[in-house]
Structure formats: C-alpha cells, structure tokens
C-alpha cells in the first residue's frame, strides 16, 4: 500500500488557556494520498483551518500523531520543522503574508535562499513569470493588487516544489473573477508539479474540484465515507 502524502492518527489540539481552553481537534484520523486534492470543508469554528495547520506543522497537536511525506513531525524540533516545512511544504494563506518591506521578486525568493537553491532570484523571477507577473517583480506589495498579491504568495508556495502544498480560503479576500483566476492557476501548479492540494474553503465550487472533499463539524470529521484517499 503506498504510503500517504499525510496521515493523521487520532489527533487531538487545544488551544487558550486556563478557563479560556478550548478543545478544537477531537481524534481526527485521516489518509491524504500523494497528488490529491482535498477540499476541507464546514462551519465557521469547526476546525478546519486548525487542522490544516496541523498538517503544515504549524500547530502542534496534544496527542495522536502527523506524518507529512512519510516524516513524523513530533521529534522535529522547531527548526528542524521550519526547514521541513520550508523544503516540503508550501502554504498560501488568505490574507497573502506578503512582507511588505520587499518586492514581488524578494518575497517569492526568501524560501529558496533559506532551502540554499541555486540562483534562487533568477528562480523566483521565473516563477512570478509563470502565474503572470513577470512585469510586476520590482513591485511592492502596496502597488500590486489583491490577486496580483495573492499570485505572488502563490508563485512564493511553489517555487521550491514542495510535495504539499497547503492553502487557507485562498480565495476568501477576493472578487469573484479574480478568485476564479487564482483557483486556475493554483490546480494547474499542482497538476504540473504532482503535488498533494489540501484547502480550506466555504466556496462550494472551488470544494467541487477537488478529488474529495471532508466535512468537519466540531472538531470531528462529519462525513466518514470521506476519510479513504480517492482512487
């Protein structure tokens, strides 16, 4: 059997603290097959951008176990896990966490200078070519528009290839037309390079492009005739 892009095992993840704690993640378990797409999908406060930062190592559950590309992440310490994530793992969040001090071109080749690739400006500047921003790389943040942003957050998840690549309601800060064009070229990345799709979304037309999708409700998987990787 091959061994699953992701795979969760009684996952269990609270967060706050004293009387404010709140148990969020109850036993999820979960198979993500390698060049999946998975939609996760729910009510607001069911848990599902929670448990895609789980997968992305960037919440670390109470108990139960992650294993992202056959690693299990709890002996990594943190910087072992940044370089993981960095390696493996690329993440687009809904408000694009771009660094507003830098360019297009230097956002999208910070990951490749810290995972020490080979002329890693000339890469990114490919990138930003390929999600159709080659004449926007000198721009700042503040001079480019919502989609035009969140290309540039898109081109920065994929350029050191990442096996995963994890995104939360990418579409969530934009209009209709331009959240389309986003949801193109973000299946057409991952169809390109075989990577595993893990998003969060409400948008019932972008969780219908996706191979499966996993409704959680409460912190549990509602639908469990979902929890097997589509063949």
């Known amino acids: ?33 390698k060049g999946e797409a ?47 994530r960095g390696a493996r793992i690329g993440i687009v969040f ?34 930003l070519k390929l999600v ?5 790389c000198d721009h700042y943040p503040a001079q480019l528009s919502g989609g035009e942003q969140q290309r ?11 096996a995963i690549l994890v995104a939360d309601e990418p579409t969530g800060n934009l209009d209709e037309s331009t959240g389309q064009s986003i949801i193109d070229l973000m299946f057409k990345l991952k169809r390109e390079r075989g990577s595993t799709l893990v998003l969060v979304t409400h948008d019932a037309g972008l969780a219908a492009l996706c191979d499966r999708q996993v409704r959680l409700r409460s912190g549990v998987i509602d639908n469990p005739h979902a929890l097997e990787p589509a063949q």
Do not use: C
């Open 1 to 33: 059997m091959p061994v699953p892009a992701i795979a969760l095992r009684d996952v269990h993840l609270s967060l706050g603290r004293g009387a404010a704690r709140v148990h969020i993640l109850k036993g999820i378990s979960l198979d993500i097959g």
């Open 38 to 84: 998975v939609g996760l999908v729910g009510p607001s406060g069911s848990g599902k951008s929670t448990l895609l930062m789980t997968m992305a190592g960037l919440e670390r559950p109470d108990s139960g176990s992650v294993l992202v590309d056959g690693q299990d992440l709890a002996p990594l310490d943190e910087d072992a896990l940044a370089r993981f």
């Open 94 to 127: 809904q408000s694009f966490h771009l660094i507003p001090t830098m360019t297009a071109l230097e956002n999208v080749a910070i990951p490749l200078e810290l995972s020490g690739a080979d002329d890693p400006f000339g890469r990114a500047r490919a990138e």
């Open 132 to 136: 159709g921003l080659a004449d926007r």
């Open 152 to 162: 540039v957050a898109l081109a920065r998840a994929v350029a050191t290839d990442p």
